[in-house]
């Protein structure tokens, strides 16, 4: 069976003007974040349609089945089954956008919040850069060997989303499943699956609203979509 997660941004905040770090501070989507939002929704449900008979066609079900083609492996199932999110409102009102052509109501799911960057939270990047220019140089060359003062590192981020994550999985074999979350996760997730070195978390543009989508094949995971 394919399982399919669908792995989201939420849209763009209010008081977006400057590039800050939010981090864990709690901001509502902004009018342009909720129509950001709503596109990506349309944007699921076309790739769901379109995949969900294609995977019939794939070269994959060559490489990861152990025999000719088990249609029956294969998952065609047109709609999404469940949608998770982060626990904060920017991501809940996006998971329940992207909820809401199923009848879902979207699991909120506080370990997929975003990174706590602490002593950093809502500064700006010029002001991260004029007050702590060692530090903001030595993030952004090495995000897993360095974390802001006060805040999560990589790895601790790491270790709270991925088990939730492999649970959601294991639940949900064979299905549609989105989840909605922030940038730094996303990134964290990706690198994770795709077996990339955490150090390269920035090599990874996660724009507001992103739909990226990774089926679970029976070997390894596959990405389908990056930062659509």
């Known amino acids: 069976m394919i399982t399919t997660i669908y792995l989201v941004r939420h849209g763009e905040t209010e008081g977006n003007g400057a590039h800050r770090y939010k981090g864990s501070i709690d901001l509502p989507l902004s009018e342009k974040g909720i129509q950001q939002v709503k596109r990506s929704a349309g944007l699921i449900r076309g790739c769901i349609e379109k995949m969900s008979s294609s995977k019939y066609l794939t070269y994959l079900k060559d490489i990861h089945s152990s025999s000719e083609a088990d249609s029956s492996a294969i998952q065609t199932s047109s709609r999404l089954e469940a949608v998770y999110c982060s626990n904060l409102s920017r991501a809940v009102r996006s998971a ?21 960057f602490g002593m950093w939270e809502g500064m700006t990047f010029k002001e991260i850069k004029e007050k702590c220019p060692e530090e903001f140089a030595s993030w952004a060359d090495n995000p897993l060997k360095y974390s ?79 930062n659509g």
């Open 96 to 116: 329940e956008i992207i909820a809401e052509p199923y009848g879902l109501q979207p699991v909120e799911t506080p370990d997929f919040r975003e990174r706590n």
């Open 148 to 226: 802001p003062s006060g805040g999560e590192s990589t790895i601790e981020v790491k270790n709270r989303i991925i088990p939730p994550l492999n649970r959601i999985l294991s639940d949900h074999k064979g299905e549609n499943i989105a989840v909605v979350a922030h940038g730094g996760v996303n990134r964290i997730i990706l690198c994770h699956f795709l077996g990339i070195p955490l150090e390269n978390i920035f090599r990874i543009e996660q724009d507001y609203a992103a739909v990226n989508i990774i089926e679970f094949w029976e070997k390894y995971p596959v990405l389908k979509l990056l």
